[in-house]
């Protein structure tokens, strides 16, 4: 069974330009999560999607923005970069919500300039 | 407000020599904690899940316990290949799930 893939692999951006990452979770797994791992802050989440709902968020501003299609697979956005948004930004997808193990993407590696 | 602390936060250790990497949280109402490997560059590696206090994962060198305010992640006889980054996460309601700033582990040969 395929993993979860994310495209693309690196992106570099700048300030001010926005970006956007996708995600294509595990065959049959339709809960998709995003989190960004910074070295300062480690992994934090940003927002859960399931059966194309938002249904958490975490605490960033309302620049990060996400979707996800009929086919499960998720979107993120992030409008008017700056300078911190530069990171790892992983995406993790579970069979469904709630307490269960997830499994993640390579990541998204983000470097704004 | 839901916390996990991780440590240490780094490790080196020889190769066979046994060590544990402790996973403390503070969170109402527990429904799992779960324990993930990153490798640099890659994602997190999903590892274990434990659910009630005195439960047991084992997984090739790997074994992981919890109680009621912690888990530990005892490495036996480790080897290089071991090597990583060790994430504990429990998830909360409203924010999914929280991860602890891990444990960076160096196993030298």
């Known amino acids: 069974k395929a993993g979860v893939t994310q495209t693309p692999r690196y992106l570099i951006k700048t300030r001010g330009q926005q970006v956007t990452l996708s995600c294509s979770p595990i065959?049959?797994?339709?809960?998709v999560s995003w989190y960004q791992q910074t070295p300062g802050q480690g992994l934090q989440f940003l927002f859960e999607?399931?059966?194309?709902?938002?249904?958490n968020k975490g605490n960033f501003p309302g620049r990060f923005s996400g979707r996800q299609f009929s086919n499960s697979r998720s979107e993120m956005n992030v409008s008017t970069l700056e300078l911190g948004d530069s990171a790892l930004y992983l995406c993790?997808?579970?069979?469904?919500?709630?307490?269960?193990?997830?499994?993640f993407g390579p990541g998204t590696r983000l470097t704004v300039t | 407000e839901d916390q996990v602390t991780q440590s240490p936060e780094a490790l080196r250790l020889q190769e066979g020599e046994s060590s544990s990497l402790n996973c403390s949280y503070t969170?109402?109402?527990?429904?799992?904690l779960f324990w993930y490997r990153q490798d640099p560059g890659k994602g997190p590696e999903f590892l274990f899940t434990?659910?009630?206090a005195g439960e047991e994962k084992e997984k090739e060198r790997l074994k992981a316990t919890l109680t009621k305010k912690e888990s530990f992640l005892h490495i036996t006889a480790p080897k290089p290949e071991d090597s990583a980054t060790y994430l504990c996460?429990?998830?909360?309601?409203?924010?999914?799930?929280?991860f602890g700033p891990g444990t960076r582990l160096s196993v030298l040969p």
């Open positions: 434990l659910y009630s």
């Open positions: 969170v109402s109402g527990l429904r799992g």
């Open positions: 996460a429990v998830p909360t309601h409203g924010q999914n799930f929280v």
């Open positions: 999607y399931f059966s194309e709902t938002q249904r």
């Open positions: 065959s049959g797994h339709r809960s």
């Open positions: 993790a997808s579970s069979i469904g919500t709630g307490s269960r193990e997830q499994y």
